[in-house]
């Protein structure tokens, strides 16, 4: 058995939905399902309703984030599709009567590739906001590895079986966004960070990036660590997202995180309503992530696979009699504190502590989840060890005060 006392954790890829899109979530529904997932800080994106390319705009969202502020540190993205609101960033960071609304500000978030929101970026505006963010050492987070055609249509109807989805581009192609990132972000210094990492390709290519000394960062999601698309058949168009659910491409993701290649796990924590998802070919892309993704790692970590039916990577086996081996809990306080703290200078403190530990088991229900969209593609799943919120403001002090949460 064993334990271990992390600071609250970070999650840096959210979509909280507010404001516009209520109906699906907002601030205090999703801060909540964070709380309750041991994650305390959270950076959200830009594509709710209005879209956050503003200073007003992003006025807005942090006046509205104080609300749910003893639960939730909701940090927020900047967004941009035209040039204007390049302009607006550096307004935002440069202006001095901005000084407080920038403390707020995790960077910028670019699409370089289509998804949810329509908010894919003009490749003249890509430049400029490249530059920018290069000139103001703003963090620039990219959206790449999804089909430059309309993502959306092109993934309106899931492939059902492993065959079908093996017809789709070849994954391999499907990295050249993240290529062209890493030049720009050469030329113009730009310190990035490759969202949600999917392939093999574009995990070579941020490892490539890395050996030449350029501030190149990245992430994974817990979707594409322990979903493929053999999963199709039963979980549909719940798993539909961007970038896609991959066949291939988890085993070298699970290598990537054990070499130090990819700095963080974040969730792309996009809730949608079961009604909307069941809307077969007009289902949105997205699933929620925020509240378990702490008890599938933890899991990793006890030596239990998670997902039901799929065997676990080879990395993680190797050499051991069917125990998993390779994530153990310091290197997870690094996936989800230490690495998203540095790399978007959040300044987290320890103030708010949890303690993990190996024991236990839980299995992961729809009916638990605290997020409005009320449902988890990991239903079902069993997962080992378990965490406590330590409500605590002393990272020292002895845990008087302990919740369990049924996580
Ligand atoms: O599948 C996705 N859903 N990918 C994204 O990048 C956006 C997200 C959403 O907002 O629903
Ligand atoms: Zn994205
Ligand atoms: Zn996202």
Same mark, same amino acid.
């Given at each position: 058995m064993s334990t271990a006392v992390f600071p609250a954790l970070i999650d840096c890829h959210v979509h909280f939905r507010e404001p516009g899109l209520e109906h699906k979530a907002d601030m205090a529904t999703e801060g909540l399902a964070a709380f309750h997932g041991g994650i305390r800080t959270v950076c959200e994106m830009p594509n709710t309703n209005p879209g956050t390319h503003t200073v007003a705009a992003f006025a807005d969202k942090v006046e509205r984030a104080k609300r749910i502020a003893d639960k939730c540190d909701i940090r927020f993205y900047f967004g941009a599709v035209a040039s204007a609101h390049v302009a607006e960033l550096e307004a935002l960071w440069t202006k001095p009567e901005n000084e407080a609304l920038k403390k707020r500000c995790s960077g910028l978030k670019l699409y370089l590739d289509n998804s949810t929101g329509n908010m894919k970026a003009d490749e003249s505006v890509v430049e400029e906001a490249f530059a920018l963010c290069g000139r103001l050492r703003i963090p620039l987070v990219a959206h790449c590895?999804?089909?430059?055609?309309?993502n959306e249509a092109a993934e309106a109807?899931?492939?059902?079986?492993v065959e079908a989805h093996s017809k789709?581009?070849?994954?391999?192609?499907?990295v050249t966004s993240i290529r062209s990132a890493v030049t720009l972000a050469e030329k113009h210094g730009t310190l990035l960070h490759v969202a949600h990492l999917s392939t093999a390709g574009g995990l070579e290519l941020v490892r490539d990036a890395k050996k030449r000394g350029l501030p190149v960062t990245c992430e994974v999601t817990p979707h594409h660590l322990f979903l493929t698309t053999a999963d199709y058949p039963e979980m549909q168009s719940r798993i539909k997202v961007n970038p896609p659910i991959r066949t291939h491409e988890k085993e070298h993701l699970w290598v990537g995180l054990l070499d130090g290649t990819i700095d963080c796990v974040a969730t792309d924590h996009a809730p949608h309503l079961m009604d909307e998802k069941a809307l077969g070919p007009n289902a949105p892309s997205g699933m929620p992530g925020v509240e378990v993704v702490l008890s599938l790692m933890i899991s990793v970590v006890a030596?239990?696979?998670?997902?039901?039916?799929a065997p676990p990577p080879a990395c993680l086996t190797a050499g051991k009699d069917g125990g998993l081996e390779g994530i153990d809990f310091a290197a997870l306080k690094m996936l989800m504190f230490t690495h998203p703290n540095a790399i978007f200078s959040l300044?987290? /403190?320890?103030k708010d502590a949890i303690e993990v530990t190996t024991e236990g088991e839980r299995i992961i229900r =729809?009916?638990?989840?605290?997020?409005?969209?009320?449902?988890?593609?990991? /239903?079902g799943w069993k997962v080992k060890g378990r965490m406590a919120l330590?409500?605590?403001?002393?990272? =020292?002090?002895?845990?008087k005060v302990r919740c369990c949460v049924s996580l």
């Amino acid at each position: 058995m064993s334990t271990a006392v992390f600071p609250a954790l970070i999650d840096c890829h959210v979509h909280f939905r507010e404001p516009g899109l209520e109906h699906k979530a907002d601030m205090a529904t999703e801060g909540l399902a964070a709380f309750h997932g041991g994650i305390r800080t959270v950076c959200e994106m830009p594509n709710t309703n209005p879209g956050t390319h503003t200073v007003a705009a992003f006025a807005d969202k942090v006046e509205r984030a104080k609300r749910i502020a003893d639960k939730c540190d909701i940090r927020f993205y900047f967004g941009a599709v035209a040039s204007a609101h390049v302009a607006e960033l550096e307004a935002l960071w440069t202006k001095p009567e901005n000084e407080a609304l920038k403390k707020r500000c995790s960077g910028l978030k670019l699409y370089l590739d289509n998804s949810t929101g329509n908010m894919k970026a003009d490749e003249s505006v890509v430049e400029e906001a490249f530059a920018l963010c290069g000139r103001l050492r703003i963090p620039l987070v990219a959206h790449c590895e999804c089909s430059s055609i309309n993502n959306e249509a092109a993934e309106a109807h899931p492939p059902t079986t492993v065959e079908a989805h093996s017809k789709r581009r070849p994954e391999s192609s499907e990295v050249t966004s993240i290529r062209s990132a890493v030049t720009l972000a050469e030329k113009h210094g730009t310190l990035l960070h490759v969202a949600h990492l999917s392939t093999a390709g574009g995990l070579e290519l941020v490892r490539d990036a890395k050996k030449r000394g350029l501030p190149v960062t990245c992430e994974v999601t817990p979707h594409h660590l322990f979903l493929t698309t053999a999963d199709y058949p039963e979980m549909q168009s719940r798993i539909k997202v961007n970038p896609p659910i991959r066949t291939h491409e988890k085993e070298h993701l699970w290598v990537g995180l054990l070499d130090g290649t990819i700095d963080c796990v974040a969730t792309d924590h996009a809730p949608h309503l079961m009604d909307e998802k069941a809307l077969g070919p007009n289902a949105p892309s997205g699933m929620p992530g925020v509240e378990v993704v702490l008890s599938l790692m933890i899991s990793v970590v006890a030596g239990h696979w998670p997902h039901p039916t799929a065997p676990p990577p080879a990395c993680l086996t190797a050499g051991k009699d069917g125990g998993l081996e390779g994530i153990d809990f310091a290197a997870l306080k690094m996936l989800m504190f230490t690495h998203p703290n540095a790399i978007f200078s959040l300044g987290c /403190d320890a103030k708010d502590a949890i303690e993990v530990t190996t024991e236990g088991e839980r299995i992961i229900r =729809n009916e638990d989840m605290h997020s409005k969209c009320q449902w988890t593609p990991y /239903d079902g799943w069993k997962v080992k060890g378990r965490m406590a919120l330590a409500v605590t403001r002393s990272f =020292n002090a002895v845990f008087k005060v302990r919740c369990c949460v049924s996580l």
